[in-house]
Structures are given as structure tokens and as C-alpha cells.
């Protein structure tokens, strides 16, 4: 499960289980405050990370539930099996943000994704970076395709407890006219929806401002790089998998009748007012846990409190860690983006987040003051619905459209690589612009494909995978 890196060894808990769970997180929580008020939280220079979900396909272009044997064939750490069958998560190790340090990202990246594409041919199979894979039926999504691990076995049943036995019901009408709707009883939906995930780490005296402003960007950065507008062959949002996310666990927080239901999949309650803490804290407070397991970890390691975190898929979340010399650390872990359509292109779009993030956070003035989070909340949810043709109500107080919008703020992301040290990233902003001018964005494209193939799902599958493998980046594509 996304960010979940505990092992679980059992899939039921006990009463007291979440007693003791929950007395594990207060402890915690209490000692990241205090770390935070000595100043002890990390203050190490800029470091950017990824995590990237992917797909194993047929030669017919079907999702192949193998994840098991290709896992066991690469033997790297570093690639690792995820919800579905079908799917694999790679890790790339963190560079720092400044020099050559996010070409040395894209380096290790390309290293792996070759490895992954070598041991998939190996076993007659394709990997596949892409939101949502355009040959997904439902009945695939059965927990015939759960991935055998006992983590994966205790978060179904926690959800399902926490839903009282009810199915997960998916509803998702598409601006074109049509609509999705299924029900569920488990949480296979999610396996469903692919990402790619910018991990970015500033000195902690800088975070809140870093989150605030990764909020304020989201919906933009969501519009510029949007890829999935097909499930089970319907032709849904631009971005189908934040909707599709959004309701695959169908849990919340209790109605306690002074604060308003929260889901634990979603854009969070707002910005943080004083520090990155006050999210944590909301976590202790208002989520139940869902994973009560006993860690044997000391206190300090704060593990208890982040795999609680772990277990709330807030699309912008604020992530603890530790430096390789055992310091605290926070980070953000930007989680709006699709997997996909090509490294360079995924490369690109953490070259623009890192950069745009950066440079909102330096404003004299707190973007955040100027722009309402629940305007930010309303934006994320138009770019998730129309990508490129958007409009968005940006800092300025005025409505933009996506693209005009966006070709400015790569100027801007471009300045914030520049301040960060990391001014030869900017050509990866090249990509982008390249894509804008072409007035065409992944969702567009896949459309396109959608028709000119008669609407066969398998061929539009492996027409994605064939170009994904010649390096042509998506505004090259034909």
C-alpha cells in the first residue's frame, strides 16, 4: 500500500490493539513537538525523491497479474509489489535538489525502469507507466488480484470494518456525458489508479510555507500533466484517478458535531496555520487507526506515528523521515500526479513541481494569503475534471485559462530551480512548453487514440507502451 513500508504480520486486530496503538501516537506526537520546539527537526539543504507505480501488461495489451514472480526475478529492493497484482512501485534513492542532483534522479530512474523492462520481457510481459491502463475492466479488480501479502489482507478488512460491512460505491459522471457506476466490497478500486509521487525535502524551518504553496499549485500542476480519462472503458474526467482515489476507500472521519466529516483520501481541511505539526496532530485526533500493530520500535523513531500517517492519502502530505545520519526529518510527498507518459516527461513534470513549489513558498507574500483554500480545493477539482481546459481562479484574484496560466508558471518554475542551485533542470521545463504549444496534453492524446483505434482498449494499451519504449516524449507523439 502507498507509503506503508511496515511489514504486517496478521491481518485481524484486538480491542486493545487500538488502545495501545493509540497511546503509541499520543507518545509520539508529543515528541515530535518537542523535537520541533528545540529546533531539532532536520535543516538539511533541499533533497527531491520519487516513487513511481506501474503496470505489467500481456502481449495483448491485458493487465498481468505476475507481481509476485517479476519481484522475485528482479531481486532489487528498490522494486517492490503494490495493491494489485499487476502493479509494481520503484523507489529511486534521494539527491540533493542543487547541481546535477535531479539529472542523477532521472539517471537511477532510467537504470530501473531498463532493469524492470528487461525482467518483464523476460517473462513475456511489458512494464507500463500510465495513470489508469486503458484495458482495465472491472471484473479485474477482484481480490483474486490482491497482492499475497498479509498487509495487503488487513487493510481490506480494516476498511471494510470501518465501512460496517458496506460496499464501496463508485459514481463518477464525465463532463463528455457519461457515467461510471459500480459497487465494490473491498478495496481493489484502488489498484486502479497509478501515480507518480515528488518526494521534496527542505530545511523544516521552510516546510510550512513548502506545503501551503504545493497546495496552491496542485490544480495547475495537476491540468499540465493529466493522463487518465478512461475506466473500463468509459470516458470519464480528464483525470479520472483523483475521483476514482477519492472514493475507493469510501472512509472518513466520525461526525463528532463540532468539526465536519474529513475523508482519508482528499485534499486535506486546509492550510497549515504555524507548522506542518498541526496535520499530525488532526491525524492522532480525528482518524481511527487502521493498522494497530505493535512495532517494538523505540519511541523515538516515531514509527507508530508514521505508519498512522501512512494511512491518510491526503494528495499533498507531509511526511516523516530520517536523514542517513539518523536525524528527523519532514518532507512533502506530492501525490496528484499519473504515472506516466514517458520518464523524460515524469522527469519534467518534478523538475516543475519542485520548482514551482519553490518559488511560491519565496513570495514576500504567502500565496496562501491570496488565494482561499477552498478556491485551491475548487481548482483542484476543475483541472482533475477538465485538465488543460480548465479555468482556474489563480493568486491574482482572477479566473485564467489552464494553458496561458500554465505557460507563466513554468517561467516561475524555472526561477525557483534557479534559486534552488539547480538551473540545468530547466530544460526539462523545454518538454513541457513543447506541450502546451502543441495544445495537447496525455488525456488529449489518449482521446485521440481512443478514436482512431475504434475504441479498442488493448490496441490504445499497447500503442501507450510501444511509444513509451521508443523515448519520444508525449509532445513527439503521433
Do not use: K
Request: neutral net charge; contains cysteine; hydrophobic residues 45%.
Amino acid at each position: 500500500m502507498r507509503s506503508m513500508g511496515q511489514d504486517v504480520d496478521r491481518a485481524r486486530f484486538a480491542h486493545q490493539d487500538f488502545d495501545r496503538f493509540t497511546r503509541c501516537l499520543r507518545e509520539e506526537l508529543g515528541l515530535l513537538h518537542a523535537l520541533d520546539e528545540r529546533g531539532a527537526l532536520s535543516a538539511h539543504a533541499p533533497m527531491a525523491g520519487l516513487e513511481l507505480e506501474a503496470w505489467l501488461i500481456d502481449a495483448q495489451g491485458r493487465p498481468a497479474p505476475r507481481n509476485a514472480e517479476f519481484i522475485e526475478r528482479i531481486a532489487r529492493p528498490e522494486v517492490v509489489t503494490e495493491l494489485g497484482r499487476f502493479n509494481i512501485e520503484l523507489n529511486v534513492p534521494p539527491q540533493p535538489v542543487a547541481g546535477d542532483g535531479l539529472a542523477r534522479l532521472a539517471q537511477d530512474l532510467e537504470v530501473t525502469w531498463s532493469r524492470c523492462r528487461e525482467v518483464a520481457a523476460s517473462l513475456g510481459l511489458q512494464v507500463v507507466a500510465t495513470g489508469i491502463l486503458p484495458s482495465l475492466r472491472d471484473a479485474d479488480l477482484t481480490l483474486a488480484n490482491l497482492s499475497d501479502r498479509t498487509r495487503y489482507r488487513a487493510l481490506n478488512r480494516q476498511v471494510l470494518r470501518q465501512r460496517q460491512g458496506r460496499p464501496i460505491r463508485l459514481d463518477i459522471d464525465g463532463p463528455g456525458g457519461d457515467r461510471l457506476h459500480c459497487e465494490h466490497r473491498d478495496v481493489m478500486l484502488e489498484s486502479a489508479a497509478t501515480s507518480f509521487q515528488v518526494h521534496l525535502q527542505v530545511p523544516a524551518a521552510q516546510m510550512l510555507r513548502h506545503y501551503n504553496a504545493a497546495i496552491v499549485a496542485s490544480a495547475p500542476l495537476l491540468a499540465l500533466a493529466a493522463n487518465s480519462p478512461l475506466l473500463f472503458g468509459h470516458v470519464l474526467w480528464a483525470e479520472t484517478r483523483i475521483p476514482l482515489f477519492e472514493q475507493a476507500l469510501g472512509v472518513a472521519t466520525r461526525v463528532d458535531g463540532v468539526h465536519p466529516a474529513l475523508s482519508r483520501v482528499g485534499f486535506g481541511s486546509g492550510y497549515a496555520g504555524y507548522s506542518l505539526l498541526e496535520v499530525f496532530r488532526e491525524n492522532v485526533e480525528r482518524f481511527e487507526p487502521m493498522l494497530p500493530l505493535a512495532l517494538g520500535e523505540a519511541p523515538a523513531r516515531l514509527a507508530h506515528l508514521r505508519l498512522h500517517n501512512g494511512t491518510i492519502w491526503r494528495w499533498n502530505r507531509p511526511v516523516l523521515g530520517f536523514d542517513e545520519d539518523g536525524t528527523p526529518h519532514l518532507r512533502l510527498e506530492h501525490r496528484p500526479l499519473p504515472a506516466g507518459p514517458t520518464l523524460p516527461d515524469m522527469m519534467a513534470h518534478l523538475a516543475c513541481t519542485i520548482g514551482l513549489v519553490h518559488a511560491l513558498a519565496s513570495e514576500a507574500v504567502p500565496p496562501e494569503s491570496r488565494l482561499g483554500f477552498d478556491t485551491a480545493a475548487r481548482n483542484f477539482q476543475a483541472a482533475a475534471r477538465h485538465g488543460l481546459d480548465a479555468r482556474l481562479r489563480w493568486t491574482d484574484g482572477r479566473e485564467h485559462a489552464a494553458t496561458p496560466l500554465l505557460r507563466r508558471l513554468l517561467r516561475q518554475a524555472g526561477d525557483g530551480l534557479a534559486d534552488l542551485g539547480a538551473p540545468a533542470a530547466r530544460t526539462w521545463l523545454g518538454l513541457l512548453d513543447a506541450r502546451l504549444r502543441r495544445g495537447l496534453g496525455g488525456e488529449g492524446w489518449l482521446r485521440e487514440r481512443l478514436a482512431a483505434r475504434g475504441g479498442e482498449l488493448a490496441a490504445v494499451t499497447l500503442d501507450i507502451a510501444a511509444l513509451q519504449a521508443s523515448g519520444a516524449p508525449l509532445h513527439a507523439w503521433r
